[in-house]
Structure formats: C-alpha cells, structure tokens
C-alpha cells in the first residue's frame, strides 16, 4: 500500500527557478527518502532525512520533515534541465521492512 | 553506492509466454530483495518481498502463481511472469537490500520494461 501522498503532482518550471513538492504520510516512521526517477528508468536515491531531524540539506537539495504534520518538503534550488525527472518519497512505516512510496511528482524544467 | 542490475532491460512477448527477469546485486550480498511494478505516470507498487534461501511474500492481491519469485543466492533474484497477458505490461523494478552493512537503504536494479502482445 502506499505510503505517502505528494501535492502537486506535476510542475513545470523555468531554469534556474527553485522547485518545492511536497509529501504527506499516514503512519509513524523511522526516516523519510527522497528518490528521483527519469523517464523509463530506474530509481536513484536522493535524500534521506531521520524522524529525529527538521532539516537536511545535501547540494541543491533540501529537504524538511514535520512529524507532527506527518509531511515532509524537498526543495530543488536553481533548478537545471537535467532535473526534470519524477520525484518520489518513500519510508518504512514502524514495524514493516517494506518500503512504501508516495505518488510522485512529475517535475518539467524548461531550459 | 552499490548497483543493481536487471536483464533483460526491456522485453517484447506473445500473450501467453512465459517471461524471467533477473535481478542481481553486483557489489554485495543482498539479503533482501523487492519487486516492484509500475504503470505509465504512476508510482512504484510493491508486488512482493523475498530473503535468500526462503519463500518470497506476496503483497496482497499479487498473485503468487503468477509471478514466480526465486531468490536462490545472495545476489540474484528472478521473476518469472507466466502465462503473460497484455495487462502485465509494466515495468518491472527490482531492488536489493543488505540488512548487515546499511539496512535503511534500498538499491534500485534500472527496471526491465515488459510488453506483451
């Protein structure tokens, strides 16, 4: 079953703008991932952040966890053509070794 | 970081083949391995979970006859879709875990990419 939710699901952005998505999830958590994919391909870890951490940042990518919000953000700052991609978080809720991930966010980056 | 792979990357089919994917963790041992499907614009879905040497657990409404899990060493896990029809078509994504060395992380495999027609 899917864990997280992600709102907006789609964004088109110009180069060099900063791209925020959001991901919401039902249960308790260890951590939180961030993993990108591009088209017809597989998946590639990004981020991840500890249920014990607010923030993390690793490059142009920040990501913020709210646990009482149960949400969690990633921030793409000065976005580049090669960020176009589908972006997902996943977690492994409390007790499940299965990690479950959110719908996606299809993000566009016009050059 | 560690690397999956998968073969064949992509595979066209008549309905009614059989069809085997394999997965294989090239730089570790997987003690874990996942399958997952995924449909055009949608997310990743688990179809079943598998520890070497063991029976592989099915997700619920995931057909265990149906796509046959082998997870026979610690770096190669197969699936076998049987009797394939055109609703199979996905793309099929493996990943491989190691519980010693980083059991929070996942490897993904780059997805073999089914067609059946």
């Known amino acids: 079953s899917q864990q997280g939710e992600e709102d907006p699901q789609a964004l088109s952005i110009q180069e060099g703008e900063n791209a925020t998505m959001n991901c919401s999830y039902k249960?308790?958590?260890?951590?939180l991932q961030w993993y990108r994919q591009n088209s017809g391909r597989g998946l590639v870890h990004l981020i991840l952040?500890?249920?014990?951490?607010r923030e993390k940042h690793s490059g142009r990518l920040r990501v913020t966890l709210d646990t009482s919000k149960k949400s969690s953000s990633l921030l793409i700052t000065a976005s580049r053509a090669a960020d176009t991609a589908s972006y997902f978080c996943?977690?492994?809720?409390?007790?499940?070794?299965?990690?479950?991930f959110g719908k996606g966010n299809q993000v566009v980056v016009i050059p | 970081g560690a690397v999956v792979s998968q073969h064949p990357s992509w595979v066209i089919c008549k309905s009614g083949t059989s069809v085997k994917i394999e997965c294989r963790s090239l730089?570790?041992?997987?003690?874990?391995m996942f399958w997952y499907r995924q449909f055009p614009k949608q997310s990743l879905m688990l179809m079943a979970t598998?520890?070497?040497?063991?029976?592989?657990?099915?997700e619920q409404g995931v057909e265990k006859d149906k796509f046959l899990i082998n997870h026979a060493s610690l770096t190669l896990s197969t699936l076998t879709v049987t009797s394939a029809h055109p609703e199979d078509s996905s793309f099929y994504i493996c990943?491989?875990?190691?519980?010693?060395?980083?059991?929070?992380?996942?490897?993904f495999g780059p997805g073999t990419r089914l067609t059946v027609l």
């Open positions: 996943a977690s492994y809720p409390y007790g499940n070794n299965r990690l479950a």
């Open positions: 952040i500890r249920s014990n951490e």
């Open positions: 730089d570790f041992q997987a003690t874990t």
């Open positions: 990943s491989a875990r190691d519980h010693q060395v980083l059991p929070n992380e996942q490897f």
């Open positions: 249960t308790s958590i260890n951590n």
């Open positions: 598998s520890n070497e040497g063991s029976k592989a657990t099915y």
